[in-house]
């Protein structure tokens, strides 16, 4: 069956980097692309941005752009999501979800990684 | 204009039908492309409960149902559960943002 597993909860600082994990299993990895959504504390779910496994091309939202790095390791099935200079507004639950296109649905998930951001 | 709009909340007793609207414009959902429906419960990840308008993947009760028409979507779900209680996100395509996805800013359905 469809797997995605994230990796554990992250503390930082102000003005450090995050990186999370999600390695898939189930699938063939490079058939699809990994989309990465968060949730800040009573906020709903934001669209971060997508990365094709396959190629490597991403796409992200303005406000993450320039300090998000999303990558993939077919070797070993698994997608990441660094998020540097952190402010204490990137405290959410971060997910990551397979997605096609880059536009379509989202149809498995990750269990969600927290990342609190703070002094 | 981007993004979509849902109503903060909706409410209905156990058995009755309750419709979560999703208004976009005409960047995204009046320009044809596809909205998606998430169910979110706390402290879980969120479920795709329908695909493409209104097709329900497997697994997903027969009891919720999509629909899209013009600049705007809706979910259904009839003979409510005390377990449908949760948030809902809708999702689409916006090509205003640069090729980019956006969710509506989601409904929190109440079992009364």
């Known amino acids: ?119 | 204009q981007s993004g979509l709009t849902q109503s903060p909340s909706v409410s209905g007793a156990p058995g009755q039908k309750i419709t979560i609207s999703c208004i976009g414009s005409s960047s995204n959902i009046g320009a044809g492309y596809d909205v998606h429906w998430y169910q979110h419960l706390p402290g879980t990840a969120p479920k795709l409960i329908i695909t493409a308008n209104s097709n329900r993947p497997s697994g997903v009760p027969d009891r919720f149902s999509g629909s899209k028409s013009g600049t705007s979507a809706s979910l259904a779900i009839a003979g409510l559960q005390t377990e449908d209680e949760a948030d809902y996100y809708c999702q689409s395509y916006d090509r205003n943002l640069g090729g980019l996805v956006v969710f509506g800013g989601g409904t929190k359905v109440t079992v009364l």
């Not at chain 1, 063939?28 to 800040?40: H, K, L, Y």
């Not at chain 1, 990365?51 to 390791?73: C, E, F, H, L, P």
């Open chain 1, 1 to 119: 069956q469809v797997q995605l597993v994230q990796s554990g909860a992250e503390v930082k600082k102000p003005g450090a980097s995050v990186k999370v994990s999600c390695k898939a299993s189930g699938y063939s990895f490079r058939n699809f692309g990994i989309t990465w959504v968060r949730q800040a504390p009573g906020q709903g779910l934001e669209w971060m941005g997508w990365i094709n496994t396959y190629k490597g091309n991403s796409k992200s939202i303005q406000k993450v752009q320039g300090r998000v790095t999303m990558t993939a390791d077919t070797s070993t099935s698994t997608a990441y999501m660094e998020l540097q200079s952190l402010r204490s507004d990137d405290t959410a639950v971060y997910y990551c979800a397979r997605d096609q296109s880059g536009w379509g649905s989202l149809d498995h998930w990750g269990q969600g990684t927290l990342v609190t951001v703070s002094s």
